[in-house]
């Protein structure tokens, strides 16, 4: 702050601010490449990314020729870690993918100092529908074996990296070993349902899925049992 006064004056105070030296190393610019701000990703997507050391006025530190350590508070897939070298204050390429799904932001702090800098707050959202961490399950998973007892089957599907997915749109089919089951409900939210219906027999029926063509690996259960058996469960 600076303070200016004078006999007979009402003295008068600036707002703090701060000094600060040309070409000194005071953070990092956490960029897109070749510049602005990271944009929405999903899960997985790898990206390019640029760093600049600056100083104080937000010049480039073109003798900086260190590294950076990147971290993120969302899970790196891939770029975490130290970088290579700065060539005159830029790293000007530097891949990087996250896993996770949410608001995230990538940080770079300097390997030999506490100098650090932050990228844009950016959403990643979830990856392409996977078969494999796609999951099926079955609610209830005991009815009666009276050929009119129902159980809701629900496919929630998941990307590679076992993120829930929220938008609809994939084709899912659905079989079981026994029983019979509806036509299948997109529900527009990464879910879809079915309803099986039991047969008078005593089994076990076994449902399966088939997601955008390949077999989903996750598979429910759904018992048919008689009335003195789910009173003695």
Request: aromatic share 6%; net charge negative.
């Amino acid at each position: 702050e600076l303070i200016a006064s004078s006999v007979g004056l009402t003295s008068e105070t600036s707002d703090p601010f701060n000094i600060v030296s040309s070409g000194v190393l005071v953070g990092f610019k956490v960029e897109r490449s070749p510049s602005g701000n990271i944009s929405t990703k999903y899960a997985g997507q790898t990206f390019n990314t640029v760093f600049t050391a600056v100083d104080g006025t937000g010049a480039t530190v073109v003798d900086f020729t260190g590294q950076v350590v990147i971290t993120s508070n969302c899970t790196l897939n891939s770029g975490q870690g130290s970088t290579a070298n700065f060539t005159a204050g830029v790293l000007s390429l530097h891949s990087v993918s996250i896993s996770s799904i949410g608001n995230c932001i990538i940080t770079a702090t300097n390997s030999n100092g506490s100098e650090f800098g932050d990228s844009n707050s950016f959403i990643v959202t979830s990856g392409p529908a996977n078969a494999t961490k796609t999951q099926i399950t079955a609610s209830p998973t005991v009815i009666l074996n009276d050929g009119s007892s129902t159980s809701t089957i629900t496919v929630q599907a998941k990307d590679a990296y076992n993120n829930s997915i929220t938008a609809g749109g994939a084709t899912v089919t659905l079989s079981a070993t026994a029983g019979s089951l509806s036509s299948v409900t997109d529900n527009s939210d990464g879910t879809y349902t079915a309803e099986l219906t039991s047969t008078v027999s005593l089994t076990t029926s076994t449902i399966t899925g088939i997601l955008n063509s390949i077999a989903i690996a996750d598979n429910a259960t759904v018992e048919f049992v008689s009335f003195s058996h789910i009173c003695q469960s």
